[in-house]
């Protein structure tokens, strides 16, 4: 997808959660320039899609970092929206951990690579620990996958950014996901895709 498609979908999204009353609409910070989300990324190693960069151009998260409020949910319920550097901090950080515990020489080889966090996964929500993340391996692709990464899982099925926010609108649409009165997430299992939909959009709900 394009940077356009992408950024005219995040702003359809922000606009529904300002009619809801989501006070997270409040507190997303300005984008980046492209020139920033380039120096930032290349910073960490990492060269971002035009869906990625999209993202952190739309908004720089609703906070710097991660570890900043983390317990204030954010665009999605019991999640976290950090700024670039702080995603690009956190996704790192996950790469080393993940190999360290698997080898000694982190190099890929072999299927089980595809289960541990690479180096150019960039987290784009997280909600501790299994985070919604965007694959950048190839940039220059029309657009880049997202999937939510699970340990020793890896991401699971895979879909476009475009798509996914199509997702948080049916979980609204469909009252998987809630603003409760006092303008707080919540979400009603009763409610989840079920077997009707099919696993893939159960693991993309989200």
Same mark, same amino acid.
């Given at each position: ?10 702003? %359809?999204?922000? $606009?529904? #959660? =300002?009619?809801?009353?989501? &006070? ?22 990492? =060269?971002?899609?035009?869906?990625? $960069?999209?993202? /952190? ?9 991660? @570890?900043?409020?983390? #317990? ?10 950090? %700024?670039? =550097?702080? $995603?690009? @901090? =956190? ?8 190999? *360290? ?21 960039? !987290? ?5 620990? !299994? ?13 880049? &996958? *997202? ?11 895979? !879909?476009?950014?475009? @798509? ?6 049916? $979980?609204?649409?469909?009252?998987? /996901? ?14 989840? &895709? ?13």
């Amino acid at each position: 997808m394009t940077a356009a498609e992408v950024t005219q979908a995040l702003v %359809g999204f922000e $606009a529904r #959660l =300002r009619d809801l009353g989501v &006070p997270v609409v409040d507190r997303l910070r300005p984008g980046l320039s492209r020139q920033q989300v380039d120096q930032i990324s290349g910073e960490f190693g990492v =060269r971002l899609s035009q869906d990625a $960069a999209a993202y /952190w151009m739309w908004h720089d998260g609703d906070r710097e970092r991660y @570890e900043d409020d983390r #317990l204030v949910p954010s665009l999605t319920p019991f999640s976290v929206f950090s %700024g670039l =550097r702080g $995603a690009l @901090e =956190r996704s790192a950080l996950m790469h080393r951990h993940t190999w *360290t515990d698997a080898f000694e020489d982190p190099r890929p080889w072999g299927p089980e690579w595809d289960v541990h966090f690479r180096a150019q996964y960039v !987290i784009l929500l997280d909600n501790g620990g !299994i985070p919604l993340t965007m694959d950048c391996t190839e940039p220059g692709a029309d657009d880049s &996958p *997202t999937g939510i990464y699970a340990p020793g899982e890896g991401l699971g099925a895979t !879909i476009s950014l475009t @798509e996914r926010i199509s997702w948080w609108h049916w $979980a609204l649409d469909n009252g998987y /996901w809630l603003v409760t009165s006092d303008k707080k997430w919540d979400i009603d299992l009763t409610r989840a &895709p079920g077997q009707l939909v099919g696993l893939h959009v159960r693991d993309n709900a989200s």
